[in-house]
């Protein structure tokens, strides 16, 4: 959005959700803020304390708005690298071998990431996966 000589203000937070711990950072422009600087006074920003009943209020809203977030969630059942034209030749009924076996656990991604262990299987109708244990973080 801006040049990397550009100044930013970053600010970083620690984010709890459950028992997993993230950060999440954001990088603001100075260029974004100067129009309003002027109306922020030092003074008044650190002496502003929210009171004890509007956090228990924020925090609940935001703990509620989380929990409504759809996060894609993909078991993935093995991989293969093809070649373009490989792919481009791809058929009904022809076969693309994974490098898994029926019997290798299968990674679970959490948005994108490798967060858990799980097998395959149905639940009546639909296939399925039974979590197993966690994904080493490295």
Do not use: W
């Amino acid at each position: 959005i801006v040049s990397g000589s550009e100044m930013v203000i970053l600010v970083g937070y620690e984010v709890h959700i459950g028992d997993t711990v993230g950060t999440m950072n954001f990088c603001i422009p100075l260029l974004v803020l100067n129009p309003i600087l002027d109306q922020i006074s030092q003074q008044d920003h650190f002496s502003r304390r929210m009171s004890e009943e509007m956090a228990v209020f924020t925090r609940k809203a935001i703990t509620n708005h989380l929990y409504n977030i759809k996060i894609p969630v993909d078991a993935i059942l093995g991989e293969a690298q093809l070649l373009l034209a490989d792919v481009a030749r791809l058929q009904v009924g022809d076969v693309v071998q994974l490098d898994s076996t029926p019997y290798s656990p299968l990674n679970v991604r959490v948005g994108g990431l490798d967060r858990f262990l799980a097998k395959p299987g149905r639940r009546r109708e639909s296939s399925a996966v039974q979590v197993t244990g966690f994904k080493e973080s490295k």
